[in-house]
């Protein structure tokens, strides 16, 4: 019993007795990125042969990640650059659904959108034929408070849209407070809001849930969160592939986003043990969210179907 | 009727008639600074004369601000740049409130203190005889997320102090984020948590509860608060003062930091408008803190004890 995870007897260990079940009844396998598929610009072992696997049993994957700073043209040349054949259609980063949620409201063309956050957001806006402003470009932007000095913002700034951002300064987060408090009706928009992420292979560094709530700071407003866990997404992905969620598989190395996701969408949920998540972290007494099962990694899928 | 304050049948609008009541039964005059005596680097009118005629009357005047970018020293320097005489030792910034702190639960001198903030803490933590890292130091450092770099951190950092930093980078988040996760025991301590504050005179800018948001965002852990409204500041103007707090007022223009501060401690409560609250807040519904009374700036007590 020494895997037994207290209070939530329907979590099991994947194991070479239930993968098959598992398998079985699985369409679609949705895959979370940073610590699951790799750790920075590091493939996890076995990732690649366990996804050729998947498909080559007609199983559907699609990659889901919070992690804004890249379009999904970027990361189909991440996913190529690390020898995996992923298209941009199996690919939804949460810069994709930013955008695709102004689309989802019918925000208007002429309105402009503030964007702490990186170049991701800034792409997936433009391919959804929207303008948007700061991002990268504000990236070296100092000001200085002094007298008589007056900072502008565009005040057709209709949206603000926050995600991860190494390169957040006061600038930005003046330009995108006086938007949310000046400039009437303006939406307050998170990619996501994890506290902190494997940004580089050796360690986490600070997540979109900084920069968030530092923008929650100043504005004393909540956001909108477009990124896992929120059903935005899942609501996006079920129309664009009709498979019922009992049929779809989150995999993912996140209890409050990829696990709480997954379970509040009726999905089946794997944790892998390979990012943020450790077996002890899942067995607090503190934690209240469980998947369907956890492992060590992906590959162990591929592990456990062949032995 | 036209100012009374729906729910509160006991705020007053200042006027002849009841200042003399106030003025009589106060012995200490606490005053908010920013858009109380000064907006940005400008004085607001009358204010010299009105200090100038407390303290002929005997009354002692105390100057409490959540503003930790400055120290004592430099406050007292402002003030006299500014034509008014106050002495060092009438100035309660927090900064200073968060050095004291410090000295108050014995945190141990041979621990490190990295800062998100300016110079004042700076200068605070030196003067209580603790080591600083970080603040204007870091201003301009930049990381690189890229394979293999490791971001190294003191192990020996046992606190972290946030207040208003207006060159926030990804560098001190990722710093402060390091020591609050990883070094045992370390402390997160905010100066303050004002949303946003007049940090020049024709506007106002992220405050420092923007930075501290930002460190809770990535670390999931929440401050002790040395600034107002936390009674810290008050239980150590008790000990150096000796004055009954129903002796006292504090006079300032923020309901959820100076008035809530004052109603907490049992001093009597005066909102100026000349600052980030007009008269509609303090009628709206939704407030819930209410002053005993009101007026539009510091020198209508000059004016209606002259009347």
Redesign the interface.
């Known amino acids: 019993m020494e895997d037994a995870i207290e209070n939530s007897a329907t979590t099991e260990r994947l194991c070479s007795k239930n993968v098959k079940a598992l398998f079985d009844t699985v369409e679609a396998f949705l895959f979370d990125c940073d610590g699951v598929i790799w750790k ?3 493939l996890i072992d076995g990732v690649p042969q366990t996804l050729e696997m998947l498909r080559s049993k007609g199983k559907k994957l699609i990659f889901v990640t919070n992690n804004s700073t890249k379009s999904r043209k970027k990361y189909a040349k991440k996913f190529q650059m690390l020898g995996v054949t992923v298209s941009e259609e199996e690919i939804f980063c949460s810069s994709f659904a930013a955008a695709m949620y102004l689309k989802s409201i019918n925000f208007p063309q002429e309105k402009k959108v503030y964007v702490i956050g990186e170049e991701g957001i800034l792409e997936e806006l433009e391919v959804a034929g929207y303008t948007g402003l700061g991002g990268p470009d504000d990236g070296d932007k100092r ?1 200085q ?7 502008n913002h565009d005040k057709s700034v209709g949206a603000v849209v926050v995600g991860l ?6 600038y930005k ?2 330009y995108a ?2 938007c949310i ?1 000046e400039n009437p009706g303006c939406l307050f928009i998170a990619t996501n ?1 994890d ?2 992420g494997h ?5 986490e ?3 979109a ?12 407003k909540e956001p909108v969160v477009v990124g896992k866990p929120s059903t935005f997404l899942m609501d996006f992905l079920l129309e664009r592939f009709c498979i019922d969620t009992s049929k779809m598989c989150m995999v993912g190395d996140r209890l409050d986003t990829d696990i709480l996701f997954g379970n509040n969408a009726g999905c089946k949920t794997l944790l892998v043990l390979s990012g943020v998540t450790n077996l002890s972290a899942l067995q607090d007494p503190s934690n209240k969210i469980y998947p369907d099962y956890y492992t060590g990694k992906v590959s162990d899928i591929l592990k456990f179907l062949g032995s």
């Open positions: 920075g610009d590091k000001v408070l002094k007298p008589n000095f007056m900072f951002d190494q390169y957040i300064n006061y987060l003046q407070t006086l408090r809001r506290a902190v940004m580089t292979d050796l360690q560094w600070p997540g849930g900084c920069m968030v709530a530092a923008v929650c700071g100043s504005t004393q």
